[in-house]
């Protein structure tokens, strides 16, 4: 065999097994939820509540934290219900848009999903 045409096949073996790989490691639609669960309540709790005055929370007797906590399962539900997932065999591509009310700000998040990772590449107040 030439080392040309040897060359050549080693490189389509290891783009095709990288590409089974990539595709047995797709994550689900479940385990994006998961993920934007926790970051989405991680910066609710580190920029919201550390932002709300202490006074605010005295006054309606709560804690920013705990409410949130309380509230996760209802955040989960919203995830779901405004995400859309393409789906590229080795990759997937996540795009949430939160818009509550016209008196809060919505979101809009661009997440790739591969290898079994996250990446929010797209985070954007509308």
């Not at 050549?8 to 939820?33: D, R, W």
Request: hydrophobic letters at 35%; charged letters at 20%.
């Amino acid at each position: 065999m030439k080392p040309l045409t040897m060359l050549i096949c080693v490189g389509a073996a290891g783009i095709g097994i990288l590409g089974a790989m990539m595709s047995k490691t797709n994550p689900n639609q479940v385990e994006y939820e998961k993920y934007a669960v926790q970051k989405l309540t991680t910066y609710l709790k580190t920029d919201v509540c550390q932002k709300t005055p202490s006074f605010l929370e005295r006054l309606i007797k709560t804690n920013c934290e705990q409410v949130l906590e309380s509230a996760t399962p209802h955040i989960k539900e919203l995830i779901t219900s405004t995400t859309k997932r393409q789906d590229y065999m080795i990759f997937s591509i996540y795009r949430t848009e939160i818009k509550l009310d016209s008196w809060i700000p919505g979101y809009k998040f661009e997440t790739v999903g591969a290898l079994n990772q996250f990446y929010t590449y797209n985070a954007q107040e509308k």
